[in-house]
């Protein structure tokens, strides 16, 4: 367990006021908040990268504040990798055995054929793209076999398609070795896919810490709503898949979608809140997935109205001011949303 | 868009007046500086070939090339020893009084160089502040040792500041992410940031002999003997004339060029790792 108490830290234009955590053992702990909320700065510190200026950080019954780096055995992945430009893949992966006197090229061997890298090892990191460079990074952490492992925004420099597949790579890390995992990121996407608890950091504090669920739909503040609110990620069973037209089960409701799944598999829909459209009266239309709900809360965004339908499951969308005026929206109504089977993002 | 690449194709066919401005200028530059070398050397083999050769094979001559190599050699590694871990600190530390420190670093290069070797003679000559108490064990005036500290005051600074840049460019992440995988800092200073620094370190180190090769002033002052090359042929100038000494400067700057050329030439295949 990783307990962290009152911990202050100052540091150029941040400040870090007062954060109290406690993960437990083997945990997927993500940490969301919106750039400049000290989300790295807390991992920095959790690591022994830099001192607190109180506070105190214990892993296990152990107090490690005021150990160094090096002997807290906790792996860290920068967002840009932070492979050693001079040594080549296998060197950068060997390096945690080597500081440890130990010589193991099976270990090396193995970690690198489980992140299918095997055929990188001789590659120096300025040839490697940015997922090999991830996954090699991820091999030189893994290899220490850490007791916890550090993620700060580990997906956010990869294109749309690596993100996916290293998303399956972290949890399948995370499932495989059953991991403390602390992953820090301002995707909202990412933390409700990978997360089994999800504190939500802004300005320098822990502002609510609980399940996906209870973040997403309970959001402790305004502050939390507007960050957390926008995306729609719905957890559901697909149960049947054919030429690429998937039926999810969302918790009792089903819902169309575009997508290769497999019938069976638990995935994730995501959902824009533009491609919402909201009537009073069923339209004929294309969209394929069309639901009756109430109107449960509605708030204004500039020219736009952000409503959240409440139909079996929650649902936010975005109308013009003119739209919600025309349609005479109103909170507790009974309301008509659909969207296109091809609007959904499944992963 | 389409203006945009018109715009560039003009620019490719046609020098712009500024860019033509500053290559006549920066030739200018150049020739002053050719000529004047170019000129020395080729006058020397065109008009006095003997006397060079007689300057290659006299032993005072040989010998006080050598001490400058030598001295300056030196001069260099205790630079290294001193400057390095003052660059390190400067790299990767803030604290109040950074920016006097730095400045007080560089005075050295900003003095007259007899202002330094005045300077350095009160410090470590017989009756100076270091000098007097060392006087037993160390003699700094007319010796070797006056000669190194008067190269190493001087040239210092240059390794100095090489060495800063070089550490400012490794990225503190790549030393954390070193630290947490489990090597305690010195290993990682070993491992990863003097590699990634090795060119810096390099070129601040050759600078650093250069300029402690061409010393003259600070070290006439605190060691007229045993003498440097610079000082062998200022001395043969003020005895026996022109003739007498430019022998000896045209060695002198062949030599220092050959070895300089080699070093540049040796270290040309070395990874550049700093960051783009």
Redesign the interface.
């Known amino acids: 367990m990783i307990k962290i108490k009152e911990l202050h830290r100052r540091w150029k234009e941040f400040r870090l006021a007062g954060i109290d955590l406690e993960i437990a053992d083997g945990e997927y702990f993500v940490i969301l908040g919106p750039t400049g909320a000290g989300k790295t700065l807390l991992l920095e510190l959790i690591a022994g990268f830099y001192r607190p200026d109180g506070g105190d950080i214990y892993i296990g019954d152990k107090n490690v504040t005021g150990l160094p780096p090096e002997k807290r055995n906790i792996g860290f992945l920068y967002q840009d990798y932070s492979l050693f430009p001079h040594m080549n893949a296998a060197k950068n992966i060997e390096f945690g055995m080597r500081m440890r006197g130990i010589k193991d090229s099976d270990t090396v061997k193995k970690i690198a054929g489980y992140l299918n890298i095997g055929h990188l090892l001789h590659r120096y990191s300025q040839t490697l793209s940015g997922g090999e460079q991830q996954r090699v990074a991820l091999a030189r952490v893994l290899v220490i076999n850490p007791d916890i492992l550090l993620l700060d925004e580990p997906l956010s420099a990869l294109d749309p398609g690596t993100q996916d597949s290293t998303r399956n790579i972290l949890k399948s890390i995370h499932s495989d070795s059953n991991l403390t995992v602390i992953h820090v990121t301002h995707d909202q996407t990412e933390a409700r896919i990978l997360a089994d608890r999800i504190a939500i950091m802004m300005d320098g504090r822990i502002v609510q810490v609980g399940t996906p669920d209870e973040v997403f739909d309970r959001p402790i503040n305004d502050e939390v709503a507007h960050f957390v609110g926008v995306e729609n990620v719905l957890k559901g069973k697909v149960t049947t898949s054919s030429n690429g037209i998937s039926m999810l089960d969302i918790g009792g409701t089903m819902l169309e979608a575009v997508s290769e799944c497999v019938a069976g598999d638990t995935v994730y829909a995501c959902l824009r809140p533009e491609n919402i459209t909201l009537g009073t009266t069923g339209i004929k239309s294309s969209a394929r997935n069309t639901y009756e709900g109430r109107l449960v809360e509605m708030e204004r965004m500039g020219a736009l109205v952000r409503v959240k339908v409440d139909c079996g499951f929650l649902l936010n969308a975005f109308v013009t001011n003119q739209s919600a005026g025309e349609l005479g929206l109103m909170y507790g109504e009974t309301v008509v949303v659909s969207f296109k089977a091809s609007a959904v993002h499944v992963v | 868009m389409g203006f945009l690449t018109k715009q560039k194709s003009a620019n490719n066919r046609r020098t712009d007046p500024l860019m033509l401005l500053f290559y006549i200028l920066s030739l200018v530059l150049l020739l002053f500086v050719f000529v004047v070398i170019a000129n020395m050397i080729i006058g020397q083999v065109m008009t006095d070939l003997s006397g060079l050769v007689d300057a290659a094979s006299s032993k005072p001559v040989l010998k006080s090339i050598f001490l400058s190599l030598y001295a300056g050699f030196l001069a260099t590694m205790i630079s290294l020893l001193l400057g390095v871990p003052t660059a390190y600190i400067l790299a990767r530390k803030n604290f109040t009084g950074k920016r006097f420190v730095e400045s007080m670093l560089d005075v050295p290069v900003v003095i007259p160089h007899t202002v330094a070797g005045i300077a350095l003679l009160t410090v470590f000559g017989a009756n100076g502040l270091l000098g007097a108490p060392l006087q037993p064990y160390i003699q700094f005036r007319d010796a070797m040792p006056g000669i190194v500290v008067a190269m190493l005051f001087v040239s210092a600074p240059y390794l100095t500041n090489s060495a800063r840049e070089g550490f400012k460019n490794v ?1 503190p ?2 030393e ?10 010195w ?1 990682t200073f070993a491992i ?1 940031t003097l ?2 620094a090795s060119r810096h370190l390099l070129i601040g180190s050759i600078m650093c002999w250069a300029r402690a090769i061409s010393e003259f002033g600070a070290v006439v002052m605190i060691a007229y003997y045993p003498m440097i090359g610079p000082t062998l042929i200022y001395d043969r100038y003020l005895s026996q004339g022109l003739s007498a000494s430019r022998p000896i400067a045209v060695l002198l700057i062949l030599v220092t060029l050959v070895i300089f050329i080699t070093v540049r030439i040796l270290s040309a295949g070395w ?1 550049v ?1 700093d960051k783009d």
């Open positions: 990225d992440k790549l954390n992410v070193a630290r947490s995988l489990g090597a305690p800092l290993k990863v590699p990634l990874r790792y």
